[in-house]
T-cell receptor
Framework: DAKTTQPNSMESNEEEPVHLPCNHS???????IHWYRQLPSQGPEYVIH???SNVNNRMASLAIAEDRKSSTLILHRATLRDAAVYYC??????????????FGKGTSLLVTP | DARVTQTPRDKVTEMGQEVTMRCQPI?????VFWYRQTMMQGLELLAY????????DSGMPKDRFSAEMPDATLATLKIQPSEPRDSAVYFC?????????????FGQGTRLTVV
């Protein structure tokens, strides 16, 4: 499995943008980049995913480097509710046997008022 | 609002007892995952079903754990006999497909404490 590397923790002020980095230098051409987050005492929650182009949805934006070896999850205005562990995960597009989400340690985001 | 439902939410049991955790996937979803989360190990995949057939249960201790899908609306995870080291939060997730461009939806988890 291609591996991802994330900082253990990051801190942000409320109402400021947050850029969460993820390195995936061994990514294959068929891997999608997924982001999930886990709020305290909750199950993981899907945030966004992409393949090559940058993606936007109501929760966040995903910026993917041109060589796809890194990506950045962007929260445009952090709120206290965004304090969570954020996981960057690669998921194979073409696996015929299925491909479960393999969670690493993620980045623990602290948002301060 | 469709969601994955897990029962019970909390379970305290004595060592040696059988524990059954249940999961109702989102209607129409054909993939189901079981994960276990502890502080030390993080989120670990235990089992993985597609169209009710087990695809991967290599993460599951075979001697005491079993996972089944009796029908498309119910997935179960059993531990028999339970041990204190099984104390963890167990999450079920479901999805429509399991390829790279699909998302998984997680339940709220079952917090298991074995004393």
């Amino acid at each position: 499995d291609a591996k991802t590397t994330q900082p253990n923790s990051m801190e942000s002020n409320e109402e400021e943008p947050v850029h969460l980095p993820c390195n995936h230098s061994t990514i294959s051409g068929t891997d999608y980049i997924h982001w999930y987050r886990q709020l305290p005492s909750q199950g993981p929650e899907y945030v966004i995913h992409g393949l090559t182009s940058n993606v936007n949805n109501r929760m966040a934006s995903l910026a993917i480097a041109e060589d796809r070896k890194s990506s950045t999850l962007i929260l445009h205005r952090a709120t206290l509710r965004d304090a969570a562990v954020y996981y960057c995960i690669l998921r194979d597009q073409l696996s015929n046997s299925g491909y479960a989400l393999n969670f690493g340690k993620g980045t623990s985001l602290l948002v301060t008022p | 609002d469709a969601r994955v439902t897990q029962t019970p939410r909390d379970k305290v049991t004595e060592m040696g007892q059988e524990v059954t955790m249940r999961c109702q996937p989102i209607l129409g979803h054909n993939t189901v995952f079981w994960y276990r989360q502890t502080m030390m190990q993080g989120l670990e995949l235990l089992a993985y079903f597609r169209n009710r057939a087990p695809l991967d249960d290599s993460g599951m201790p075979k001697d005491r754990f079993s996972a089944e899908m009796p029908d498309a609306t119910l997935a179960t995870l059993k531990i028999q006999p339970s041990e204190p080291r099984d104390s963890a939060v167990y999450f079920c997730a479901s999805g429509l497909g399991d390829r790279g461009n699909t998302e998984a939806f997680f339940g709220q988890g079952t917090r298991l404490t074995v004393v």
